[in-house]
């Protein structure tokens, strides 16, 4: 069976660790959102791509969700030393590694996806991970600053309505003012990266983990072309709700939610991506009484418990994923 799977970072990666535990055998295929990627100190830092390729590695600080486990802060402690920021985003020394191979073969002339496959020949994450796209695709968060000292300065005004990088907004200001636009700024003219297409096309299913609807799997569906891949493939499309009882399992998905106009509730999620994209849809067992809701707007629904509190758990949603698009498949 060939799985293909949209995903973001902690979210993705949890669901793709219960995937595989689930179909041992399947061919999987990942495309990874690449929004959130930065440059710091010279360095292309790729958040998403390295949360799935960690996690599937087995190298992921598991109470985190991110970074490297046993993790170091040494080189981060001497760049504060010297004055150099930003000290908001916590690159660990082992970390730091990743992003030195992968900046010096993009140098060297390597594509993203390129790149990627040759960190992962470290990681072996038992999937092929691709990123969405081997074009530069940043999203930037409109927002109005506060008043006032905003704290290191670089961001503060009076009112003042600016466009933040992703992680400035996510990382720096913890989502404290609202979302007032996202904007995946570089997707019109991106391009699929080698592989996405073909690997959509190739699919017996498709999955939607529970990732961020908006800026990670809405930011991998901007690349033109991917969506209506997807919506064309002929094959079920199955999701699963990363809001549970009305609020995001963790993180701050109701803030960029906000921002496109869709409530913090899985049916409104559902109804975001639309019967167009979506057939299938799981929300957590809590909000079985939108079964209907999300039924009446053409997607067939299920109620299952949701959370991942181990990788079974994980495992146990990916099989209700799979059994809801054979559901689908038949019908
Ligand atoms: P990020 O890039 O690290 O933010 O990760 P993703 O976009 O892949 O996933 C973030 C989303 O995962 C958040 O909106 C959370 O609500 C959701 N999430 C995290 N853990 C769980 C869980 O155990 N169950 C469900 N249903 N959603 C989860
Ligand atoms: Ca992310």
């Not at 670089?154 to 720096?172: D, M, T």
Request: charged residues 20%; negative net charge.
């Amino acid at each position: 069976m060939r799985i293909v799977v949209l995903a973001g970072g902690i979210g993705g990666a949890r669901f793709l660790r219960g995937l595989k535990r689930a179909v041992p055998d399947a061919d999987i295929t990942v495309i990874g959102n690449t929004g959130d990627d930065i440059h710091l100190f010279g360095l292309k830092v790729c958040p998403d791509l390295d949360t799935v390729m960690y996690t599937l590695g087995g190298g992921i600080d598991e109470e985190q969700g991110w970074g490297r486990a046993e993790e170091t802060f040494h080189v981060k402690e001497e760049l504060a030393a010297y004055g150099v920021g930003p000290e908001w985003f916590g690159l660990g020394d082992r970390d730091f590694a990743t992003h030195i191979v992968r900046t010096q073969m993009l140098n060297a002339g390597f594509p993203l996806s390129a790149v990627t496959e040759a960190l992962c020949d470290r990681w072996q994450p038992g999937v092929r991970l691709i990123p969405m796209s081997d074009d530069r695709i940043e999203t930037h968060v409109a927002v109005t600053l506060p008043g006032g000292d905003g704290g290191d300065g670089s961001a503060a005004g009076s009112g003042e309505r600016k466009a933040v990088h992703f992680q400035e907004y996510w990382v720096r200001l913890r989502a404290s003012v609202p979302a007032e636009a996202i904007v995946p700024v570089g997707a019109e003219q991106a391009k699929p990266a080698p592989g996405v297409l073909e690997a959509i096309a190739a699919a017996d299913v498709i999955l939607f983990p529970p990732s961020n609807p908006v800026v990670s799997i809405g930011t991998i569906l901007a690349v033109p072309g991917i969506r209506e891949a997807i919506a064309d493939a002929g094959v079920p499309v199955v999701g699963l709700s990363p809001i549970v009882g009305d609020a995001p399992v963790r993180g701050m998905a109701d803030k960029v939610l906000a921002a496109v106009g869709v409530e913090s509730t899985a049916a409104a999620v559902a109804e975001h991506y639309g019967s167009g994209l979506l057939d299938g849809w799981l929300v957590d067992t809590v909000d079985a009484g939108t079964v209907e809701r999300v039924e009446a707007a053409g997607i067939r629904c299920r109620a299952v418990p949701l959370m991942m509190t181990d990788v079974d758990a994980a495992a146990r949603m990916a099989q209700e994923a799979l059994a809801l698009a054979e559901e689908v498949r038949g019908a």
